[in-house]
């Protein structure tokens, strides 16, 4: 079973190659093991949790997690008008186990190396929308992932994409200050 995954967007374009040699040394500090597989995915299994701010309560129920570059950003179907521009590049930072733990942990790394990368969190979805998603009530849940958006401190925005179906989704992106607000939040999820 996956966990729950968000995109770290970039703004300046790096070599996948240069973030790992930037990421890898930070991560062994205190996660084992940490392994660039073939095809460059990164897998690493959190050791102290404390180095990124979650010390995780149960290590057994806490699988591995992975950074790899996302093909797909910037996306042709994604509207990007509300950031002040566009991004150039994107990481996909995931768990490979969902659990309040994993998605607990997976929003501190992702703080982390939204700092570490100078990137912005793209949730993958509106903040604040049932777990799973019910897609029957899509105007409910716009207007109550709007009210949480604009009570936390930091900077979100919506980032409208295309559906499958020829429909239009909506997505948050956030900022550092803003994804260490909904980390401190009693309602705190990743979305997907």
Known sequence: MSGPAVGLLLFEPRAFEDI??????WLESFCRPVEVRAGGTLDFWVEDGSAVGFP?????GVGVFFLTEDEE???EDEDYSNLSQPPVQGLVLGAGCSGPANHRLLGHLALALAQRLEALVDFGGLLGAPVPHDDKDEGASLNRARVLAAALPGRAVEVPYETGDGGRGVGHV????FLAAWLRHPDFHMVK
């Open 73 to 75: 950003t910037p996306g």
């Open 20 to 25: 790992l040699a930037d990421v890898v040394p």
């Open 56 to 60: 995780v309560p149960d290590p057994t």
């Open 174 to 177: 956030g900022d550092a200050e």
